[in-house]
């Protein structure tokens, strides 16, 4: 799974020598971040990105500098980026600073913090209007998917899974936000962080009508089964479970420019699981 599920977004610092004009050379650290230089329209101005973004366009011969893990900061320096941008739990921006290159520290956890990601992101490459355009159209693809919703299905209780573990997106997460936004109930609540660590017994007690997680977490009906109590889930007896693969969790996962394309991601899943009875 690429690393963009925990953090990317606005902090919304600026770092390293002063930028005197919109960058016509950056670098990105994640795949949402590159997402977002794209759909201002400055993809041409990427020279460099993390491994995990291959898209869109010719994104993926570009250069590559590493993950969250192994930042080549050498390699950036000689890709001479006048702006890098990168997530919070990234280990490059002491190191940048150091060396005087500018770069922007990003952490988008819930959509206010996107937006605002969106709007500062704008701002720095010179598409203000652009950046407003893209979010006010974000938010009218999720309300296009939420009313595709069936009177059925709103209303009624999820648990999301993310990652083995369990962890969870809780409601105040940006996936959680983009599911309460489809009418759903998240079983999993703010208060216990954003994707905290869940004991599987909550989840028993709580009985979940709906389950959505990536595949490789979830694996199949007959392993949620096998998960102490879970056969008894409404959502394991009902198969009310949306299981996704990697390229489509990789959407799910990633708060970026992509959201209202995530939104109609879930709705195609949840409106194409069978009749609950």
């Not at 739990?89 to 600073?97: E, H, M, P, V």
Request: aromatic share 4%; net charge positive.
């Amino acid at each position: 799974m690429r690393p963009s599920m925990f953090a990317l977004g606005l902090l919304g610092s600026l770092a390293g020598a002063p930028l005197q004009a919109a960058p016509q050379r950056i670098v990105t650290l994640s795949p949402s971040l590159t997402d977002a230089v794209c759909a201002l329209g400055h993809c041409e101005q990427l020279v460099g990105t993390d491994r995990y973004s291959t898209g869109p366009g010719g994104v993926a011969a570009l250069p590559k500098v590493g993950g969250l893990e192994d930042v080549q900061i050498e390699r950036i320096v000689t890709l001479r980026p006048d702006m890098v941008l990168l997530g919070p739990r990234s280990r490059a921006a002491d190191r940048l600073g150091a060396l005087g290159v500018p770069f922007q520290v990003f952490d988008a956890r819930t959509h206010a913090d996107l937006k605002r990601m969106l709007l500062a992101l704008g701002q720095s490459l010179g598409e203000d209007a652009r950046a407003a355009e893209l979010v006010r159209r974000i938010d009218e693809q999720i309300d296009a998917q939420a009313r595709r919703i069936s009177t059925a299905l709103r209303g009624r209780s999820v648990f999301i899974e993310v990652a083995s573990g369990p962890y969870a997106a809780s409601d105040k997460s940006f996936i959680g936000e983009t599911v309460a936004r489809l009418g759903l109930v998240n079983i999993v609540g703010g208060e216990m962080g954003l994707f905290p660590k869940i004991n599987p017994e909550m989840v028993v007690r709580r009985a979940p009508e709906l389950i959505i997680g990536p595949r490789s977490s979830l694996a199949s009906l007959s392993n949620l089964a096998d998960r102490p109590g879970w056969a008894a889930l409404p959502a394991v007896r009902r198969q009310q479970v949306c299981m996704l693969e990697p390229e489509q969790w990789e959407l799910i996962a990633s708060p970026g420019p992509r959201l209202g394309e995530a939104a109609k991601l879930l709705a195609d899943c949840l409106l194409a699981l069978p009749t609950a009875k």
